[in-house]
């Protein structure tokens, strides 16, 4: 049996990961009710939130399907966790009231919510707990490997539950606080595909593959009921589109608006709102290591050297985006600013091919048909081009033949996409990821942070990771774009700031 930590200990493993792991400990949590501000006194509770969005689910199942749009859809709505993000990026409890920590970091003993029931009437105890999460080795999607230490987790009681780790991780809890920590009912996981049952605000309603995803209100959950009736989601592949449905009453607002060259004549117009809040994502230009070519690391470098960020920026995102010099964003606790390592410099880049042996390349360029990266393509390919390398363009839907043949079967040598799950820099970690990189040192680095007992520690290893893999250009990190919402006024309460796990929409309300 452990040791628990006092009151100081559990609040320097709440510091470890920073603004991420900042709260918790031995408290009882706080409820997730959605805060009604002033605006919602006039909230019609029979509304239907109708809200763009631009990647579509490809299923229901992110514990099979790769792709963040399933669980931005469903995490905090349908599905919840023991703790949760919040707008701040502090882990907060859910389902849990609170938890404690023995001193030896192998144990995470979770008090639960009670009265709590999934959808289907089934009750959440520390049974479901740990049937969800000793399930999590058997993902095929979305980095299971971030609760690899995950050992068992022991009913003590109908609301107790003990869950030990083969070794202690400090980011566990930012870990639960995601996908990965999702609570199912045990007797419904048979059909996650066209069937989600949680213990959220909303029951799925309908899905059409790609077009639209309806979620109505619980009106049995078990905390502060959603203040619109229905949400509809809708999908949009073109960003035009999006935008037009917003000005024609087609939807009532946007999340991740990529129409950034409208930004500006919708901030003028009085009948709509605009912010502009942070994200964790990180668009990159991918190298499939597996080509001996791009195994050389001069060959990488000469590719970075190659691509004008500054044009790339300008035109994706009409300017609006922060560049990126590594795979970290500025909301990492290990990001460091820094001068660019490679910066745009055709002649440099000619010169690293030469030192290579590397002439009259042609590598494949697998592209999501999304507006950003189809624009981005155009600018690599040329700037490719002016160095002696032949990009051939080849446009896949997005996310499931893109998911399909670059992400999971590895068919390419080039790519680009934005990566939204938050600290998505550890799967560096893994050799056997899409982009194949592979650096022991960094491996060492990625589990020396896990093993971190202080803040300090955790983050000098995190950044010794970043550098080296900075330093082994294993990618092109061309910018972390913004959380650009655009609503009508009538909307209120939309999150501001994408933290790469759910959309909570319990909390927005329609007025008028």
Known sequence: MSTRRGPHALAAI???????????GCTAGASPKPTASSSTAAARTDATLRLGLAAAPANLDFTSTGGAAIFQALLGNVYEGLLRLDQDGKVVPLLATGYTVSRDGLTYDFTLREGVKFSNGS???????????????????????????????????????????????????????GPLGAM????????LATKAV?????????YQTGVKLVLTRNDAYWGAKALVKQVDLDYFADASAAANALRSGGVDALYQAEAYDQLASFKADPRFTVTAGSSQGVVVLSMNEANPALADVRVRQAISHAIDKKAVVAAATGGVATELHGPAVPTDPYFVRSDEPYPYDPAAAKQLLADAGVTGLNLTFTVPNRPYAQAISQVVQSDLAAVGITATLQTQEFPAVWVDKTLTQHQFDLTVVNHVEPRNVTNYGNPSYYWSYSNPAVGKDFAAAKAATDEDSYITHMT??????????????????????VSTTAVHGMPTNDLGVGIGLAGVSVTG
């Open 14 to 24: 709440g510091l470890l990961v920073a603004t991420a792991l900042a709260v918790t």
């Open 123 to 177: 009750p959440f105890d520390a049974a479901a707990v740990k049937f969800s999460l000793e399930r999590v080795k058997t993902w095929k999607a979305n980095t299971p490997g971030n609760l690899a230490v995950l050992d068992h987790v022991e009913v003590v009681s109908p609301t107790e539950a003990k869950v030990v780790l083969t070794k202690p991780d400090a980011t566990v809890p930012f870990w639960l606080a």
């Open 464 to 485: 010794d990771a970043v550098q080296a893999i900075i330093k082994d250009a294993a990618g092109v990190w061309l910018y972390n774009p913004p959380n650009v919402v």
């Open 184 to 191: 199912f009912s045990p007797d419904a996981v048979d059909s």
């Open 198 to 206: 949680g213990t959220g605000p909303f029951t799925v309603a309908s």
